[in-house]
């Protein structure tokens, strides 16, 4: 890309705060928000621990009537952008709406919302069935949402691509913005899966920890006894605008997108191949697409899976790629602290690389305890590291093979 892409606004719903300022706050502290799911009985699940966020009616500014309406992933994507827009400062009366466009990623759409409605036509027939179930449970949902709300009508697009959807989403809502199709664009994911079918759904995958005695030391990944990845939900949302369009209205810029590589693995419709080389493929297209040598990386916010198999070939492809560069780049997973939002995961770790950026912080990999000799790098283990970031990587991979890498600068 020749133009940057900047960021001027951030919105975050998340399990370690609703806030960015709380956000930032508790990521530097290297808590969890890892604890046991109880608004609904989850006892005989294989998995029962979540990421969960909390309280989020006394953080909203939406109308009761409209929250009926719609599932609590397009109430969190709602929220979370009407935090983006007043962090970015954009006055929506002098703004033309056909220029401003939504590009939002999900894995599994609204289900608390269906599957409440579902029951409800099996027991009481279909005058049972709210008239809204159509438009409240599907993927696209948020995204009309948001439209609807603003009255925004610019070009837009939602992307389900498992737990790579929100890093496709802000990749493509960047070339939306060096096109010049949209004037703003906001961008970024929402994930609801803390219900009763999405937990057994993403419970059939195998992939989530089974630690229920102690959630908050659950999710580890890169530890020589991890066992999966911990659930969460939650909404990151930013506002991306031209560098020249943000410079000349005074906007504060947190970063810029500057590149992206894409790949899949061609091997299962579920697992990863047994090599890395797919993987490695867009780590070097990423690089190549941002104009960077390896030397000028400064950190990485890792996909971090925690299974066996997928922390060995993201620690595999990294040696392959960087080599002896690996002793100068810092690694870290901050999704260890608040789970793994699957689609609207990398919006997240866009939001926490930047602030590792602006406030010279690389936020750590909590419960790193046992070495594994597979997986021996410094994954900044359990405690924050003060450096300076100028140039980034964003992992992230979804089942069946999808790689995507994005490259972010301060």
């Keep these: 890309m020749k133009e940057r892409v900047a960021i001027t606004g951030i919105g975050v719903v998340s399990p370690a705060g609703l806030k960015k300022e709380t956000f930032w706050a508790n990521l530097k502290r290297g808590d969890s928000f890892i604890d046991e799911i109880t608004r609904f009985d989850a006892s005989l699940y294989p998995s029962r621990i979540a990421g969960q966020v909390h309280e989020l009616d006394h953080y909203s500014h939406l109308p009761s009537r409209l929250v009926k309406k719609i599932d609590v992933f397009s109430h969190m994507a709602l929220v979370a952008s009407e935090q983006a827009l007043q962090d970015a400062k ?29 029951r409800d036509m099996y027991i009481e027939g279909r005058e049972g069935v709210s008239p809204y179930m159509a438009s409240a449970w599907f993927p696209a949902a948020p995204q009309g949402q948001i439209t609807i709300f603003y009255g925004f009508k ?85 506002n991306l605008e031209k560098e020249e369009h943000a410079q000349k209205r005074g906007a504060h810029i947190y970063g810029f997108l500057k590149g992206v590589g894409f790949s899949s693995d061609g091997y299962h419709y579920e697992r990863y191949s047994p090599n890395s080389e797919s ?23 890792l996909d971090a899976e ?8 993201e620690t595999q492809a990294l040696k392959n790629v960087f080599g002896k560069e690996l002793k100068n780049i810092s690694l870290s997973a901050p999704k260890s602290m608040y789970g793994n939002l699957l689609g609207a995961q990398t919006a997240l770790d866009l939001i926490s690389t930047l602030y590792s950026m602006s406030n010279n912080l690389v936020f750590p990999t909590i419960n790193y305890e046992m070495n594994d000799p597979y997986c021996d790098l410094d994954y900044t283990p359990n405690v924050a590291k003060e450096r300076k970031i100028n140039k980034a990587l964003l992992f992230a991979r979804g089942r069946g093979g999808i790689n995507v890498v994005l490259a972010v600068e301060k």
């Design 279 to 301: 993987f490695e493929y867009a780590i070097e297209e990423c690089l190549k697409d941002a104009g960077w040598t390896k030397k000028e990386i400064d950190y990485i916010c």
């Design 90 to 118: 954009i006055d929506l009366n002098n703004v033309d709406k056909k220029r401003v466009g939504i590009f939002m990623g999900n894995a599994i759409g609204g289900w608390l919302f269906a599957e409440t409605e579902l």
């Design 154 to 238: 610019g070009y837009s697009k939602t992307v389900v691509a498992d737990k790579a959807s929100s890093a496709l989403a802000l990749w493509y809502a960047a070339k939306n913005i060096s096109e010049g199709k949209n004037d703003y664009v906001l961008a970024g994911g929402m994930e609801a899966p803390i219900t009763p079918y999405a937990l057994l759904s993403s419970n059939s995958c195998g992939q989530l920890s089974k630690n229920n005695l102690n959630p908050r030391k659950a999710y580890k990944p890169y530890d020589l006894y991890r066992d999966g990845f911990v659930l969460g939900e939650g909404s990151g949302i930013v």
């Design 306 to 313: 925690a299974t066996t198999f997928g922390d060995y070939l």
